[in-house]
């Protein structure tokens, strides 16, 4: 693209997926003039081919904490990681907002204060239940199994319209059925005047007498991600929606302390054999989860979900056991196989540098309470009827008896035995807090210290949310913008 | 998530594991520096990059190791794929780490380790991709039931790489029967959907 090197506009909004989208659209839609920048590609409905190298490499970012070798993904594009999300929607467990306001000193985020934010996000992006016609025989497997052995568990709402059942909610829905930020709230932003630069990264925020200033940029060529300009956009009011991993570098790297709290939700993956064919590679990429375990909406477990997920052949073959021709032998099973993502809410903290080095070594609680979640998905398949069970534990045989899954709930279990380790719900590292000792920003998202400066996304969470969080992000970043955009305009 | 990149947490965490292995590191440094043969001299033809292949990231040597090493690692079927080159797993390996230089360091240390680790670290003596069928997957079994940690991560991410680079080849159907993305006369989307019987 060809950038000016000097944009003028009245607010600037870093990013465009659950934190971006929201404020951008609100801010532009209270009349102010809004510059969003994304540092990712612009991509279209029309663009999304399905073909999975090539959208994983046009949407996706990665980083890797080294302490565990734990892999966190987020989404880098127009519409950030809402475009490769599951659409999953799930409202802000009151535990949570509880948790926050003791802990964390935001007194004012109550379950009442925030419903009415989150009841608009629900409507924004259409989430909806998820009925018979786009239930999988995959997530059946799981229901079945939770209804056996009495646990609780429901059909997931989805953020859809016309889902296609394509199973490819992960790399750009082909349908446009999933209603991600970039055929929602960025069109919004963009109808009412906003102007969208993608391929475009911030750098730093200009600060100047406790004031921020604007963005210093650059523009990236996307084939390469190479700079190809440098540019600034002037504006008083800064709004930082860069995502867990992307925030806290752009604050640290504008002077201001961040990187602090990161928390993630580690997932890992299961794999079940039924006799009978399941073609688990279509269908909604999720729609049910067991909350037996879980410990938020009155659950009192070890803070872990069960999330049926779709069953492609490259995360299959990864999951088998063995190689050679008991591994092909396998693979020719796969339309019989069912997956369910174990996905737990930690308790362990860690850090993003300003260099964006993530420090993240899960606490040995956490190992124990993932190992608990892997054994409980185990147990509701075989009680679905599945043949084996096959976790993502290095050397371990396939679990085919309640007694094989009692011992591998038993046995002590090192993090560096997992297969697999990764996030993809990334929070904190520029979080809200009652007072500046112990945050980055307060509770209208305002960073101390620095006026006309506001965390608008997950970073500014002050811990995970035991769910898949959207919903909650999309609602807070309302919230945030609504307040900003009247002390916008009262200035 | 995507598959790809749950391949790629599982590089990610041989990445991080021979991170914290001194000696792995050297093998792969050795290598990098020349000190052990990266070109194709010694790589029987079976293995070797075909003429004019450009490679970004691995060595021909690396091209040659990883292939063999997927040829046995997928199974007969897949293998005969691989040797006919109707599935390039080197060149898309190649591409791959290319594009994820979070583990495109790591990986390729990895299988410079695979290709001239010798005992005790691995059982043999020779290059990987010089030995026959049996005697590779003597050595890929070895790595796969080790007790040490370091040597199950290696075969787990020299696993994951030969997974993820022949099950992304649409020829690779063949062998797992997915019908494709969109559906397929064979394979309806709707045969994936539950029936009227089954619980909702």
């Not at chain 1, 000097?6 to 989208?21: F, K, N, P, Q």
């Not at chain 1, 990764?422 to 807090?433: D, E, K, Q, R």
């Not at chain 2, 050795?30 to 060595?59: F, H, I, M, N, Q």
Request: glycine content about 12%; overall charge positive; some cysteine.
């Amino acid at each position: 693209m060809t950038s000016p090197s000097r944009l003028e506009a009245d607010a600037v909004v870093i990013g465009t997926g659950a934190g971006g989208g929201p404020t951008a659209a609100v801010l532009a839609e209270r009349g102010l003039r809004v510059v969003v920048l994304e540092a990712g590609p612009y991509l279209r409905t029309d663009d999304f081919t399905g073909d999975e190298g090539a959208m994983t490499a046009r949407l996706y970012r990665m980083s890797l904490s080294r302490a565990s070798g734990m892999a966190l993904y987020a989404g880098e594009c127009v519409g950030g990681s809402t475009v490769i999300n599951d659409a999953l929607c799930f409202r802000p467990p009151g535990e949570i907002l509880a948790e926050w306001r003791g802990r964390h000193g935001l007194s004012g985020l109550t379950d009442a204060a925030l419903a009415p934010f989150v009841d608009r996000a629900w409507r924004d992006v259409h989430a909806e239940p998820t009925d018979r016609a786009h239930a999988s025989r995959n997530a059946e497997r799981l229901l079945r199994g939770a209804r056996r052995l009495g646990w609780s568990g429901s059909a997931t709402p989805r953020n859809v319209i016309g889902c296609a059942n394509l199973g490819l909610c992960n790399l750009g829905c082909p349908s446009g059925a999933k209603q991600s930020t970039l055929v929602t709230y960025v069109p919004r932003a963009e109808r009412a005047g906003a102007r969208v630069i993608a391929n475009a990264r911030a750098e730093r925020v200009g600060i100047d007498g406790g004031r921020a200033r604007g963005v210093d940029a650059v523009t990236i060529d996307p084939a390469t991600r190479r700079v190809t300009a440098r540019f600034r956009v002037e504006a008083p009011l800064v709004c930082l929606a860069a995502g867990a991993l992307g925030t806290p570098v752009l604050l640290q790297r504008s002077g201001v302390a961040a990187g602090g709290g990161l928390q993630v939700h580690s997932s890992v993956h299961v794999t079940a054999r039924f006799a009978e064919a399941i073609h688990g590679y279509y269908g909604p990429t999720m729609s049910y989860a067991v909350d037996e375990l879980a410990d938020v909406n009155g659950r009192t477990g070890p803070g872990v979900m069960i999330e049926s997920v779709s069953a492609l052949p490259l995360p299959t073959a990864t999951a088998l056991p063995g190689f050679g021709a008991e591994h092909e032998t396998r693979m020719r099973a796969l339309a019989h196989y069912a997956r369910a993502l174990v996905v737990l809410r930690d308790r362990t903290r860690g850090r993003v540098a300003a260099d964006g080095t993530v420090a993240y070594a899960l606490e040995p609680g956490d190992v124990e309470r993932l190992r608990a979640g892997m054994a409980a998905a185990a147990r509701a398949y075989l009680a679905a009827g599945a043949a084996e069970v096959l976790l993502p534990v290095l050397a371990s045989r396939p679990l085919r008896t309640d007694g094989d899954c009692a011992k591998f709930a038993a046995r002590p279990l090192a993090p560096s035995e997992l297969a697999l380790l990764y996030a993809v719900h990334l929070f904190g590292g520029a979080c809200m807090a009652g007072r500046d000792a112990d945050g980055v920003c307060d509770e209208r998202g305002a960073c101390f210290g620095v006026r006309g400066l506001y965390v608008v996304d997950a970073a500014g969470l002050p811990g995970n949310t035991g769910v898949n969080p959207q919903i909650t992000i999309m609602a807070n970043a309302l919230r945030i913008a609504e307040g900003a955009a009247a002390e916008a305009r009262a200035t | 998530m995507t598959p790809t990149l749950e391949a790629v947490g599982t590089l990610a965490r041989t990445g991080a594991a021979l991170e914290r292995r001194a000696f792995l590191r050297l093998a792969g440094a050795l290598a990098a520096a020349g000190l052990l043969p990266s070109g194709c001299r010694g790589v029987p033809e079976r293995w070797a990059p075909g003429p004019g292949t450009d490679l970004a990231v691995l060595s021909p040597r690396g091209y040659a190791t990883c292939t063999a090493a997927a040829s046995r690692l997928v199974g007969p079927e897949g293998a005969a794929l691989i040797e006919r080159r109707s599935v390039d797993v080197g060149r898309f390996v190649d591409a791959f780490l290319a594009r994820t230089p979070t583990v495109a360091a790591p990986m390729a240390q990895a299988l410079a380790v695979l290709e001239f680790g010798v005992w005790p670290l691995l059982r043999k003596g020779w290059p990987f991709t010089s030995l026959d069928g049996r005697a590779q997957d003597v050595v890929l079994d070895d790595l796969m039931r080790s007790r040490l940690e370091v040597k199950r991560q290696l075969f787990a991410g020299v696993r994951s790489l030969a997974m993820l680079a022949f099950y992304s080849a649409p020829e690779s159907r063949a062998v797992s029967g997915y019908p494709g993305p969109f559906g397929s006369d064979a394979v309806p989307i709707g045969a994936a959907m539950i029936g009227p019987h089954d619980l909702w």
